[in-house]
């Protein structure tokens, strides 16, 4: 029986990787910041790129305050506020000030709170793409969203070659033992807690398998296909994070993790042959059936399953479910809609024994009393099963889950 392990960016973070969404706004608007600050703030300032335009003329501001409080701006919603002093202070006109954003989708992610995380992103753009059905001239306005998308993913990839992938070796790191022990094939010490993650009806099954396993491995026979264990590591991320993990379990001295494999299911950094799968994967939405309707390709431009056909690896990843029984292991993914096809593809496949969560536990309890997201994360897979009853037949309760380990560390390079 072997096992997916669905890798998402929470496990980057998990690393001390700078690989949220926060991190990457903050990187762009920290570059923003740093110009405009090596400006003669006695004069006037400017700053433009590809995104956005921004001139301020202090000459013709006569508020000592304002000026400082401009010199302090160090994030963007210091630089929202400054924004909207000036504007109450009647600064806010063509001669002292003009900002503007020359990419609305840019501007939207910045101004909704609500986004937080990449997955939100991939929403907010899906959104943006069925406000496109109502337009009068739609080619016109999918085409505008579509190029103003790619040049955040272009800043995105920019961001992570950067900032992650150059900055960190991700051949050398500590305290990973803990993780990789999660792999560890020797069910003996606590086999009644490993057949408990499974259902009534595969418990008999499974049970069968661990002592088929245990003869062999205590006989000393060749393992045979049907009892060989491949984990599948299906990698969300654009980073390596995990191919060291993969490698180190696949020591040929040592057989208690199994055949490990690692497929980056969206994309890797400067990878023409698996460049970056951004966009939206939710073909079960009812406004996707009026997208097809449209008839207009450049609305699927930034569907997911298109892109997955770019490639391999998605027939990689069909091939492993369809091969054998196999439990799922969530380590860091939201499971959010934007993935749904994929996810539902392997959720709800009768293959697909269990799915257990790696929760991240807070380090201090949020306003509604949450200690950890392990149930946001169940509400999220829920949503990829048409059948519900199946769906709670196969999610390891939360007694016998646990938290993501935080204590790995990548070196510097």
């Not at 013709?60 to 924004?83: C, D, M, P, Q």
């Not at 696949?250 to 950094?269: C, M």
Request: charged letters at 25%; hydrophobic letters at 30%.
């Amino acid at each position: 029986m072997n096992r997916l392990v669905i890798i998402g960016n929470g496990f980057d973070l998990a690393h001390g990787l700078p690989t949220s969404y926060g991190h990457f706004i903050d990187w762009y608007w920290e570059k923003v910041f740093k110009k405009l600050h090596s400006q003669n703030t006695n004069d006037s300032i400017y700053y433009e790129d590809n995104l956005l335009r921004f001139d301020l003329n202090l000459f013709g501001i006569y508020s000592l305050s304002i000026v400082n409080s401009f010199k302090a701006i160090n994030s963007y919603t210091a630089f929202e506020k400054f924004l909207v002093t000036i504007q109450e202070n009647n600064y806010y006109n063509d001669e002292n000030h003009s900002f503007t954003y020359y990419n609305s989708f840019f501007q939207i992610i910045n101004n909704r709170k609500s986004v937080q995380n990449w997955v939100d992103i991939e929403n907010e753009y899906y959104k943006l793409l069925r406000d496109c059905l109502k337009e009068n001239n739609s080619n016109h306005q999918v085409k505008k969203l579509h190029e103003e998308f790619e040049q955040v993913k272009s800043l995105l990839e920019k961001y992570l070659h950067e900032n992650v992938a150059n900055l960190y070796d991700f051949e050398r790191h500590t305290e990973y033992q803990n993780t990789i022990d999660i792999f560890n094939l020797n069910y003996r010490k606590q086999r009644k807690k490993y057949l408990a993650e499974f259902g009534d009806k595969d418990y008999a099954f499974v049970n069968d398998w661990i002592d088929e396993y245990k003869k062999i491995e205590r006989t000393g026979l060749k393992t045979s296909d049907n009892y060989k264990v491949r984990n599948l590591f299906l990698n969300f991320n654009y980073t390596p994070t995990v191919d060291n993990y993969a490698l180190i379990m696949n020591d040929p001295d040592s057989n208690i993790y199994g055949e490990n494999e690692v497929i980056q299911i969206h994309g890797k950094l400067n990878d023409k042959d698996n460049p970056i799968n951004f966009g939206f994967g939710d073909e079960m939405d009812d406004d996707y059936k009026t997208i097809e309707k449209k008839d207009d390709n450049e609305y699927l431009r930034n569907i997911k399953s298109f892109l997955y056909l770019q490639n391999s690896n998605y027939k990689k990843m069909l091939s492993f479910i369809e091969t054998e029984e196999f439990q799922v292991y969530i380590m860091g993914h939201s499971c959010g809609l934007s993935d749904r096809i994929l996810l539902n593809k392997i959720f709800e496949h009768n293959n697909c024994l269990s799915i257990k969560v790696f929760y991240h536990q807070f380090t201090k309890p949020k306003a509604d009393g949450r200690t950890d997201n392990y149930t946001d994360i169940v509400q999220n897979i829920s949503r990829h099963f048409n059948k519900k009853e199946m769906m709670r037949e196969k999610i390891v309760n939360k007694s016998l889950c646990e938290p993501l380990s935080q204590n790995v560390r990548f070196e510097s390079k």
